[in-house]
């Protein structure tokens, strides 16, 4: 069946725009996850929802991060004022247990 | 806090076995995992292993886990060129609450010789 997939695939951005990153789970999945992957800080959590409950935004690094799930299925994760900083590989992985199976990526480059 | 660390690089001739060893954080966590990754992917399920098991077999992989000492080891039999990634182990923590979160080693580079 169809895999996590994610758009898009690679995103270059200038400093100080705003950015949003696409998730489509796989379907039936109740929860979803957001990782970064950057080579100073390796894989690192950003937020998980599960169904109808609140999300757990714990790991987004600072306010100018939000992510959103609609109708429990496609989330959105959205960076404002982007630095360069943020450049990174954004993973988006969906669970129907304990296992999470990931997507490909964005690859998020801000100049 | 403490980190989940693995070896950065391992070099192996093709088919030879390889090791990958992890040392992971939580000895209450519940579940573990090893994740590939090969250039330009996203991380890809290989295996995972029940805290309450000793070892874990599936095809050319095997999974050993020492809950007493918190280390994880990934063998790969007869490793094919194929088999050349980065291998990522990560852990639920018990401390991580319900979220499930992931908590990912530092990563083993695997270069496979021909």
Known sequence: GAGVSQSPSNKVTEKGKDVELRCDPISGHTALYWYRQSLGQGLEFLIYFQGNSAPDKSGLPSDRFSAERTGGSVSTLTIQRTQQEDSAVYLCAS????????????RLTVL | GEDVEQSLFLSVR???SSVINCTYTDSS????????QEPGAGLQLLTYIFSNMDM??????????NKKDKHL???IADTQTGDSAIYFCAEIPFYGGATNKL???TG?????QP
């Open chain 2, 29 to 36: 966590s519940t579940y573990l995992y090893w994740y590939k």
């Open chain 1, 95 to 106: 669970s129907p247990d304990y296992t999470q199976y990931f997507g490909p990526g964005t």
């Open chain 2, 103 to 105: 908590i990912f080693g």
């Open chain 2, 56 to 65: 874990k077999q599936d095809q050319r992989l095997t999974v050993l886990l």
């Open chain 2, 108 to 112: 083993t580079l695997l270069a496979v």
């Open chain 2, 14 to 16: 093709e088919g030879d």
């Open chain 2, 73 to 75: 080891s990934l063998r």
